[in-house]
Each structure stands twice: as C-alpha cells, then as structure tokens.
C-alpha cells in the first residue's frame, strides 16, 4: 500500500475512514509497512489524535487481526480486570485466583511493562519456570478447570497490537489516549468477555498524569468497551506513589504471595512479618 498519503492526512489532522484504518492494520500486520513509516504514523496520532470513529475502527481493526478465544458454555461469568499500570502494581497477581474462588472465569491475557514500570507478564517471568506464552488451547483448558489464567497473548490473538507496543514504548507515544484505548480493548475483546473493570492510574507515576485525563481515558475505553458487547466499568485511582511495599518484579511476586497466604491469628509485629514476606528464596 500507499502509505504515504495516510501519514500526511493524519499529520495535517484529517480524519481517516474506518477502510482505511482496516487497510492499515491489516498491511502493518503482514509486514507491509516498515517501522520507520508506522512510527511517524503513531507520532501523528500522538499530537493529532483520533475521533471515536477511528479509535473504534481502530480497536476493532485489531481484535480482528487474529482470533478471539471461545470458552464452553458455562454458568461462570467471563470477567477479566485491567489496570493502566504503575509502579509496584501487582493487584492481578492476588486479584485472579480470588475472583476464580468466587465463582467467575478469568481468561487475563496480560502485557509486559512500558517505560519504567513493570507489566504483569515481567513479574510472572521471574518465576523459574513459570511459562507466560500459552497456546489457545491451553488458556480454555485452564480457565475452565482452575478458574483463571494469567498469561501474554497468543501468536494468533491482536497480532497487529504486538508491534504497535513495541514501537509506541521506543517513541514515546505511550500517553495517546486513542492508541492506549486501542491496545488494551482490542486484546480484552478478544478474550470474548462478559464483563471488564479497568483500573485507570493517574498522578506522578502514572501514563495520565491527571484525574481529567485520566476520566477521558476512562470514559472513552467505557463507552467502547459497552458498544462492542462487553459490560465494562472503570474506577479511577491515584498513582503519586507505589503501590504496596514492594516495587520490583520479583519483589511483587512476592508480595502477593504473601497476600494469599493465611496469617495466624496472633498479631505478627509488621517489621518481622515484612522481612518474612520478602526474605530471599533459599537455594
């Protein structure tokens, strides 16, 4: 494709149409455009934005780039949580076996950290042996016997979305509402869910650094969210400082370990239970 002329629309602030967003997606996906060509097109977005027409096309364009996953019919509910992130947040780790206990089905397909803050799948990585790439088969598998997965995307799942990360990450087009709207929906929606709550940060530490920002990025993944089928709710929380006492993949890992884990029900002074949460694994 021509994509030439597309950057330059963008550039001068014209709005694209969904074919074109589509055409887009799926060259970018096959490898037709080159890096240098899609970064200057997310530099564009970046400054001049995308109405909600095309950030729906958009999303929608790649959920489509690959399959979405279908479970069996099952009275769990299909939920799934997703957080804008920050340093030291690792409420998925304690969050996706306590829903499961609850009675819910929660296929969390989960992303590695961009800028300084560790992602979900960082923190699972640093467990010796723990495998974050799964098959798609074997997401259903678990999900239905367990309750819960944690993992990253398939090879097959928003295919298109795993090069428009990277490239956001090393352009400093991360803090786009429309291209932040775009990766995370467009993987949640390909989860096939019922229901999702979205963890919106904002403050120092965080991609929106305001609570207006913030309620427009909320707003916007709510209302998208709602039109594509899936019933989906946002809170809005503060991010000034890290979350928990740990921040560090390994470090959180550990913390919510010991979330999870029973406490006795004598009072443990909070100095030798910290060094217990956090003390080295022995060899």
């Avoid at 969390?108 to 961009?114: F, N, T």
């Avoid at 699972?124 to 990253?152: A, H, N």
């Amino acid at each position: 494709m021509n994509f030439l002329p597309l950057i330059e629309a963008k550039r001068d602030g014209r709005a694209l149409s969904e074919s074109q967003i589509k055409e887009i997606i799926a060259a970018s996906t096959a490898g037709g455009i080159p890096d240098y060509q899609m970064a200057a097109f997310l530099m564009a977005v970046y400054f001049r934005g995308l109405n909600s027409a095309e950030t729906a096309a958009l999303t929608t364009a790649m959920r489509d780039s690959g399959e979405v996953l279908s479970f069996p019919d099952d009275s769990r509910p299909l939920v799934d949580k997703h957080s804008t992130g920050g340093i030291g947040d690792k409420v998925s780790l304690p969050l996706a076996p306590l829903l499961a206990c609850l009675g819910f089905r929660l296929p969390m397909i989960s992303g590695r950290g961009l800028g300084i803050t560790g992602g979900t799948l960082d923190k699972l990585d640093s467990i010796p042996g723990f495998k974050t790439t799964l098959p798609t088969e074997r997401i259903i598998e678990i999900v239905q016997s367990v309750g819960c997965v944690i993992c990253g995307q398939t090879e097959q799942m928003a295919p298109a979305d795993k090069g428009l990360y990277a490239l956001r990450d090393a352009t400093g087009t991360v803090p786009s509402i429309p291209l932040i709207v775009a990766s995370i929906l467009s993987k949640k929606l390909a989860e096939g869910l019922q229901a999702l709550i979205l963890d919106v940060k904002c403050g120092a530490a965080a991609f929106m650094p305001t609570r207006e920002k913030a309620r427009e990025l909320a707003s916007t993944m709510v209302k998208l969210g709602n039109s594509c089928g899936v019933n989906t709710r946002a809170v809005i929380t503060n991010m000034d400082a890290p979350l928990g006492r740990a921040a560090g993949n390994w470090l959180e890992v550990k913390e919510g370990v010991a979330c999870l884990t029973p406490r006795p029900t004598t009072t443990t002074p909070r100095s030798s239970a910290f060094a217990t949460a956090f003390a080295r694994p022995t060899t």
